[in-house]
């Protein structure tokens, strides 16, 4: 081809194709008055998206789409899941996609990390517990005994994309980590789609993406234990982190005066209590956030704060049954 013709081949060609890209991927989320928001239905739980800057609602449909699928993937109760096909695997290796894989390597650290306070494979505990349907039963001594030699990390095997469990009667949970490790890959699609503004929020697991229109941060309301879910005792103010709480007051029942929740000790495989009703993590990552918040909430108030204490840009505050605030050192504190 000669210059003259490369010339042209670039003008008829390329500049158009340039252009109908431009339009199709940047141009159209060049509004910054613009602002659109939608709610949706996934993990068992109220997810909101708000995007600024968009008027592209084609974004939040396909979240609400990965959504779908994550849960398809990720769920313990629906059959035919990666969680589902490890739980029924008797034994046997089971191959799984890279994103539970992931998943599961990430619960493996935060085991390490946190103890063994975090440990998915407490399943057979959820499924005796069986929150949120439980209408108030509380389970019998001899059944959680039974499964305690059902629970355990060392059951659990990741190599490669392959998951063993030894035991044919351990499962695993990733209830505790699963909506931020989804959060951190919703925002990663939404800001590669040119995003620079809004939030996920799934099930109050809140991740933001940049500040509000005119660098102005978003406020977090934390919520009061066992308020109204739009009583906040605090806020907090942050730019592309991500503020994730573990509460009892998510999952309960309450029978003759004692609270019965949804975080479990893996050693008893009785609900967590320690004097804490809600533990919340501010971190750069939602999955870290995610596993952090359930980890601290089962150490307790005193060896939950030194983890936090000990992690590079991860802050927390505790709350504890009689509404005090705890907060780490370098929270960003509201000031009243
Ligand atoms: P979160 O609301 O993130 O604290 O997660 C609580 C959920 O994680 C529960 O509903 C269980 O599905 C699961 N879970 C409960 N106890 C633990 C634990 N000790 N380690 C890991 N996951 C847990
Ligand atoms: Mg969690």
């Known amino acids: 081809m000669t210059n003259t013709a490369n010339c042209k081949y670039i003008k008829f060609f390329l500049i158009p194709l340039f252009l109908l890209a431009c339009c199709l991927g940047g141009c159209r989320r060049q509004d910054p008055a613009a602002q659109i928001s939608d709610v949706g239905f996934y993990f068992d739980t109220v997810v909101e998206l708000r995007l600024n800057g968009t008027n592209d609602h084609a974004l939040i449909d396909a979240c609400f789409e990965k959504m779908a699928q994550y849960e398809s993937l990720l769920s313990r109760t629906r059959e035919g899941s990666d969680v589902w096909k490890i739980n029924h695997s008797a034994g046997e290796p089971v191959e799984v996609s890279d994103d539970t894989a992931a998943l599961i390597a990430l619960a493996q650290k935060y085991y390490e990390l946190s103890d063994g306070a975090f440990d998915i494979t407490v399943a057979p505990y959820v499924t005796i517990w069986n929150f949120p349907d439980n209408p108030g039963e509380v389970p019998a001594d001899a ?10 990390l060392s059951l659990l095997h990741l190599d490669g994309n392959t ?164 907060f780490s050192s370098g929270f960003p504190k509201t000031s009243s």
């Open 143 to 152: 059944s959680i005994a039974a499964a305690r030699i059902h629970v355990g």
């Open 163 to 326: 998951v063993t469990l030894d035991d044919p009667r351990a499962s695993i949970d990733l209830g505790g980590i699963a909506k931020g490790y989804i959060a951190d890959r919703l925002k990663e699609y939404l800001v590669g789609e040119g995003i620079e503004s809004g939030y996920i929020n799934l099930g109050g697991n809140m991740l933001t993406i940049g500040t509000k229109p005119g660098d102005v941060p978003w406020n977090i309301g934390i919520r009061r234990p066992f308020g109204e879910a739009s009583d906040t005792i605090t806020a907090v103010k942050v730019d592309d982190r991500s503020v994730v709480t573990s509460g009892t007051y998510e999952r309960y029942f309450e029978k003759n005066g004692t609270i019965y929740h949804h975080i479990l000790d893996p050693a008893s495989g009785y609900p967590v209590w320690n004097g804490l009703a809600s533990v919340t993590i501010l971190s750069d990552s939602s999955a870290e956030g995610d596993a952090l918040s359930t980890s601290c909430f089962v150490l307790g108030l005193t060896r939950g704060m030194e983890l936090v204490e000990s992690l590079d840009q991860v802050e927390a505050l505790f709350i504890t049954d009689d509404q005090e605030l705890h």
